[in-house]
């Protein structure tokens, strides 16, 4: 079996960079990615996986502010309960 990868850590540059670019556009193109990987010393897996995850992060963010708890009006176990 081989050795456990090391997982990387962002740099605070590279992260407040990918973070900025972020801001500014969800899906960068294949070339805007390869582009940031090259100016950031980084992998071009390592940038596409930031974009994923950050992009399922801001779901999942959205998400939980955006959910009623169980019992609120609104809610689809109230909706259907009407017989």
């Known amino acids: 079996m081989a050795p456990k990868k090391q997982r990387l ?4 540059l590279q992260r407040r960079t990918l973070i900025a670019i972020f801001k500014e556009n969800k899906r960068p193109s294949k070339e ?7 100016q950031l010393g980084l992998e071009l897996n390592t940038v596409s996986n930031f ?7 801001c779901v999942d963010r959205w998400h939980d502010e955006h959910s009623t708890s169980p019992g609120q009006p609104g809610t689809s176990a109230n909706t259907f309960s009407k017989a």
């Open 9 to 12: 850590v962002f740099t605070d």
């Open 32 to 38: 805007m990615q390869i582009t940031i990987s090259q």
């Open 51 to 57: 974009f994923m995850n950050a992009r399922r992060r």
